[in-house]
Every structure is written in structure tokens, then in C-alpha cells.
């Protein structure tokens, strides 16, 4: 076996690891996009006919882009093992795609944060104001440990109660930094990503020239 040959096996192996990789951060970045979308605390908060939908935005983001990872890691794989560079090409332009849908997700969880917390907080409000007893103002009692708003207290809160729109403030910021945690997190290790990928394939163009 000449060095070439065994430098092309390396390099396809090589290459063969990063996309399996690339295929586990697909699959993490899915699992928390549909963890953020079907918890049921997050669920029962969001579930009124009015409730807005700004917060699932960029969830569903996530979901595509961690779906889209999964499928362009999986082909990687392939390319790597068949030396095609077809697929390798291929894999290259979609990882462009998907770096910029997680980037969309990161800026859009960091961004619109505040918006999204007004919103909930709203609703929230138009709804206890409307029935103060009923089941959506219950759950939402229950999830964040809360009692009234700012505006129309609790006689009798607990000590360790709060107005529901505070509660609400802190339940969806710690949610919303994992969509935009995750989501450039993700963008940032794919930059290294694409380097790499062109990189070595460059070095199976050059070995197949070498041979």
C-alpha cells in the first residue's frame, strides 16, 4: 500500500468520525428542540386559543435545523465512505443552510426575549382579569409557584409566592437562552465544521491527482 493510499484512508475515516459526530450534535440539538415544544409546564402555559405563539417560533427552528443536521450528517457518512465528492460537495452547501438556521434560531431566542415575555404576560393578564378561578390561571399557578399580578395581587399570598407575571419573566428567560444557546452554540462548532469538511476534501482531490 503506497503512503498515498494510506493517507486517503485516513483522511476517509477521518472524515467518516466528524460527520457521526455531526450526526449526535443533529440528534442533541432535535431532542431539545422537541423537549422545548412538548414539556408539559411550557404546554400548559401556551395552551389557550389566544396564547401567543411567538415563543414556539424559534423552537420549531430548532427542530427543523436539528432534523436537517441529522439527514446531512447521515449523507456525510455516505460521501466519507464512498469517497464521493459529490456528496461531500453536497454536504458542504447544506451545512451553509443549516448554519444559518441555527443562527436565525440563537439571534431570534435572544432578540425577540423580551417580546415574547410581554406577550405571555398579556395574555396572562387579560385571562385572570376575565375568570381569576379558571383553568388556565390554575395551571399557571401551579407550574410557577404564583398568585395575581402586579396590578391585582393575592389577598392572601404564600411567602414564598409571587405575582405570576414576575414567575413568568424567569420560566421563559431560562427557556428561551437554551434556544439561543443551543442554537449558536451549534452555528459556532459547525464553522468548524465546514472547515474541516472542505479541507479534507481537498486532500481527497489531491490524493486522487497524487495517484
Known amino acids: 500500500m503506497s503512503k498515498v493510499e494510506g493517507g486517503m484512508k485516513c483522511v476517509k475515516y477521518l472524515l467518516f468520525v466528524f460527520n457521526f459526530i455531526f450526526w449526535l450534535m443533529g440528534s442533541f440539538v432535535l431532542a ?42 447521515f449523507f456525510g457518512c455516505c460521501g466519507a465512505v464512498r469517497e464521493s465528492q459529490c456528496l461531500l460537495g453536497s454536504f458542504f452547501a447544506c451545512l451553509l443552510i443549516i448554519f444559518g438556521a441555527e443562527v436565525a434560531a440563537g439571534v431570534f431566542g435572544f432578540l425577540n426575549k423580551d417580546k415574547i415575555i410581554k406577550d405571555v404576560q398579556n395574555f396572562y393578564a387579560t385571562s385572570y382579569n376575565e375568570n381569576n378561578n379558571g383553568t388556565l390561571i390554575i395551571s399557571y399557578q401551579k407550574v410557577l409557584n ?39 452554540g451549534i452555528a459556532g462548532v459547525m464553522v468548524i465544521g465546514m472547515i474541516f469538511s472542505m479541507v479534507l476534501c481537498c486532500a481527497i482531490r489531491n490524493s486522487r491527482e497524487v495517484i
Do not use: H, Q
Open 146 to 184: 404564583c398568585c395575581g399580578t402586579l396590578e391585582s395581587p393575592c389577598p392572601d399570598p404564600g411567602t414564598d409566592t409571587k405575582d405570576c407575571e414576575t414567575g413568568i419573566k424567569e420560566f421563559f428567560n431560562s427557556k428561551l437562552y437554551i434556544i439561543g444557546y443551543v442554537g449558536i
Open 32 to 73: 431539545v428542540g422537541l423537549w422545548l415544544r412538548f414539556d408539559p409546564e411550557t404546554v400548559s402555559l401556551l395552551n389557550g386559543d389566544k396564547a401567543p405563539d411567538t415563543f414556539f417560533i424559534g423552537v420549531y427552528i430548532l427542530i427543523g435545523a436539528g432534523s436537517l443536521v441529522m439527514l446531512v450528517g
